[in-house]
C-alpha cells in the first residue's frame, strides 16, 4: 500500500518521526511487519509487539516473554513476481516454569501486491525440533490471508488449523494449500502465520514456518499446457509406430 503525505501532513510525519526518535518510543507509523507473542496471565492475555520491521526486510526479537525465554525469534518476507512469503522461526523457545505452559507466536506482514491476479494459491507449513521435554503437537500451526491488508488480518482466509507429527525428536505438519480470493487483482494484502507451542515445564526447542503465496495459472494457460503434453505424447507414440523397436528377449 502506497501512502502519500503532501503539504502540512508531511510535516507533522516528519515531526512524529522526530519526537519519537527523541523519546526512543517506537515508529509504528510505518510498522507494517512485526511479530508478536501471547500467552494466558501475560499482559491480560493481549497479543503483544516484540518488534517492528521495514516493509519486506526481516525483524527478530530475543529476551523473556511470560514464562518463556525466546533465542532469536524473527521473521522475514519477501513480495515477488513469481513468489512472495512470510517466513518466522526461532533459534531456541525454552518454558522456563516447572509447569507445562502454552506461549502464541505471531508474525504479520501488509503490503502485499505480487504475484500479479487472482486468485493465489497459499502453501504453509511448520518444523522442527524438540531439544528437551514435550511438545503438543495438536493443531500448532496456522496461515492466514487478509484481503483487508490488515495486520493480524485473521478473518478472510486460511489453511485450517495444521497439525504436527513426530519423528524421533523432530516433528512437522506438512504442506497445507488452499485458493486465496484477493478479490481486485494487484489490490494490497496480508500475510499472517500462527505457531501455537505448548511445551512441559523446562522444555525447550525449535521451530521454522513457512507461508508462500504463488499465482494460480489461468485456464486457458491450463489447457495449452495440457495440450502441449498431449501433442508430445502423440508424437512419441508415432515415432514408435513409425520405427518399432525390437523385442527384448
Do not use: H
Not at 513457512?210 to 499446457?225: D, F, K, R, Y
Amino acid at each position: 500500500m502506497q501512502k502519500q503525505n503532501c503539504g502540512g501532513s508531511r510535516y507533522l510525519g516528519l515531526v512524529a518521526v522526530l519526537v519519537a526518535a527523541f523519546l526512543g518510543l517506537p515508529n509504528r507509523a510505518s510498522a507494517d511487519f512485526e511479530i508478536y507473542a501471547q500467552q494466558d496471565g501475560v499482559n491480560g492475555g493481549a497479543i503483544t509487539l516484540l518488534a517492528s520491521g521495514t516493509d519486506f526486510t526481516a525483524t527478530s526479537f530475543s529476551g523473556t516473554y511470560g514464562d518463556f525465554t525466546l533465542t532469536g525469534f524473527g521473521a522475514a518476507s519477501t513480495n515477488n513476481a513469481d513468489l512472495s512469503d512470510l517466513l518466522k522461526s526461532t533459534i531456541r523457545i525454552r518454558n522456563n516454569s516447572a509447569d507445562t505452559k502454552t506461549i502464541t507466536l505471531y508474525a504479520s506482514q501488509t503490503d502485499y501486491t505480487l504475484p500479479a491476479g487472482t486468485p493465489l494459491r497459499v502453501d504453509s507449513g511448520l518444523g522442527g525440533t524438540v531439544f528437551d521435554g514435550d511438545l503438543s503437537g495438536s493443531g500448532v500451526f496456522q496461515a492466514f490471508a487478509d484481503s483487508g491488508n490488515a495486520l493480524l488480518g485473521m478473518g478472510d482466509f486460511t489453511n485450517g488449523p495444521q497439525s504436527a507429527t513426530f519423528l524421533g525428536n523432530t516433528f512437522a505438519t506438512g504442506t497445507a494449500s488452499g485458493v486465496f480470493d484477493t478479490r481486485i487483482a494487484g489490490s494490497p494484502y496480508s500475510l499472517t502465520s500462527v505457531f501455537e507451542a505448548t511445551v512441559s515445564g523446562g522444555g525447550s526447542g525449535n521451530f521454522s514456518s513457512t507461508v508462500i503465496v504463488t499465482a494460480v495459472p489461468e485456464p486457458g494457460s491450463l489447457v495449452l499446457c495440457g495440450l502441449g503434453a498431449g501433442l508430445v505424447g502423440f508424437y512419441g507414440w508415432r515415432r514408435r509406430g513409425l520405427n518399432p523397436q525390437p523385442a527384448i528377449a
